[in-house]
C-alpha cells in the first residue's frame, strides 16, 4: 500500500464480502482495497496481472498492492492477494437489460481486448509452438491436470491434446457412445498466443454506460493454443450465460471449431469432481486458521491478514 493509500486507511470501514468464487472469497477490506483469499488464489494469478500490467497498461486489470502464499508438496495450497478495487458491475448483472446493439458492441470491444491480450510476447525461452502457465506453474484447467495429476510445465500441441484425451478417459468420458472420434477430431494449433483463460460475465466489470472498466480473474493465463480463449468462453457455465455463450460464438473473429473440446468436457466423473471439489476447497478454506469464516455483513471485522501481505 503506497503512502498516500496509507493516510487514506479509513479504520471506520466495515468489510464487505462482495464475491464468492471458486475455492476463494473476495473481501472489500477498504472502500478503494480488495482482499481476495483461498485455496484457489496462486502466484499465477498476481504474475498475470503485473504482466498485463506491464505489457499492456490500457487493459483495465486490478493493481496488485501485496501477496501472500502457502505450499504444500504438491504447490501452492492457499493464498491471499490485496489488490484494487474496481468500481462497476458485472456484465452478468447487466446483460438481461441490454438491447441488441449494445450486446453487440460488448462483444466486439470483448474481442477487441482479446486480440491485444494475444499481442503480448512469450518468454524467450519458450518455443512458438508450446503452451505454458504465465508463471511455469503446472495448468490447474480441469482438461490438462489438477493438484493430483499434475501437467507438464511446457506442452507442445500433441502433448496438450494427449492431456485431454487421457483425462477423459480417466473421468469415465468412455460412457459416451460418440467419444471415440474425440482424439482425431481435437482443434490443433501451430502457435501460441496469450489468453485470459476464463473470460466470462462474471468476470468482466462494466461502466453505467456498459463500457469494460475491468476484467478480473486472471489465474488461469497463459501462452495456449490459438483457438483456447474461445475454448474457455464455451466451457459449461450458468444458465443465465448461454446467450452471451451464443453472441461471443456469433461474434468470434476466427471460425474455431471446439466441437471435440466440448465434448471432452462432459465426462460424467468431471461433474461430480467439481462439486466434490466445491465443498472440500470451501471448508478447508475456512478451517484454515480461522482465517475465513461465513458472516453476515453486520458481523464483518476489519480483515487481520492484510498486515501479513508482502508489499510491492
Given amino acids: 500500500m503506497s503512502e498516500d493509500e496509507a493516510e487514506k486507511y479509513d479504520e471506520n470501514f466495515v468489510p464487505r464480502q462482495i464475491a464468492w468464487q471458486f475455492g476463494c472469497i473476495v473481501t472489500l477490506i477498504q472502500p478503494t482495497v480488495i482482499l481476495k483469499q483461498g485455496s484457489n488464489v496462486r502466484p499465477s494469478e498476481e504474475s498475470a496481472m503485473r504482466l498485463v500490467r506491464k505489457q499492456l497498461p490500457n487493459i483495465p486489470v486490478p493493481v496488485v498492492d501485496g501477496s501472500f502464499y502457502e505450499c504444500d508438496e504438491a504447490g501452492p495450497a492457499y493464498g491471499e492477494l490485496l489488490m484494487s478495487f474496481i468500481p462497476g458491475r458485472t456484465l452478468k448483472s447487466a446483460w438481461a437489460e441490454l438491447d441488441k446493439a449494445v450486446k453487440d458492441r460488448i462483444c466486439q470491444d470483448i474481442w477487441d481486448l482479446v486480440a491485444q491480450i494475444r499481442s503480448i510476447p512469450r518468454p524467450d525461452d519458450l518455443g512458438t509452438n508450446l503452451y505454458r502457465t504465465v508463471d511455469g506453474s503446472p495448468s490447474r484447467d480441469p482438461l490438462l491436470g489438477s493438484r493430483h495429476d499434475i501437467a507438464p510445465r511446457d506442452l507442445d500441441d500433441d502433448t496438450l491434446r494427449g492431456r485431454i484425451w487421457s483425462r477423459y478417459i ?143
Avoid at 473421468?171 to 477430431?185: E, F, K, V
Avoid at 460464438?249 to 476466427?254: A, D, L, N, V, W
Wanted: net charge negative.
Fill in 170 to 312: 480417466a473421468t469415465n468420458g468412455l460412457s459416451y457412445r460418440d467419444s471415440a472420434d474425440i482424439p482425431d477430431t481435437l482443434p490443433r494449433s501451430s502457435t501460441s498466443v496469450f489468453a485470459h483463460g476464463d473470460i466470462n460475465p462474471r468476470n468482466i466489470i462494466v461502466d453505467e454506460k456498459c463500457h469494460i472498466v475491468g476484467l478480473l480473474d486472471w489465474e488461469s493465463s497463459g501462452w495456449f493454443p490459438d483457438y483456447w480463449e474461445f475454448a474457455q468462453m464455451m466451457k459449461f457455465c450458468d444458465p443465465a450465460e448461454h446467450e452471451w455463450q451464443r453472441w461471443m460464438k456469433e461474434t468470434r473473429p476466427e471460425p474455431w471449431d471446439i466441437t471435440a473440446i466440448q465434448k471432452a468436457r462432459r465426462a460424467p466423473a468431471n461433474l461430480g469432481l467439481i462439486l466434490v471439489c466445491t465443498e472440500y476447497m470451501w471448508m478447508d478454506m475456512c478451517n484454515r486458521k480461522g482465517k475465513v469464516q461465513l458472516l453476515e455483513e453486520s458481523q464483518l471485522a476489519p480483515a487481520e491478514p492484510t498486515r501479513r501481505l508482502e508489499g510491492k
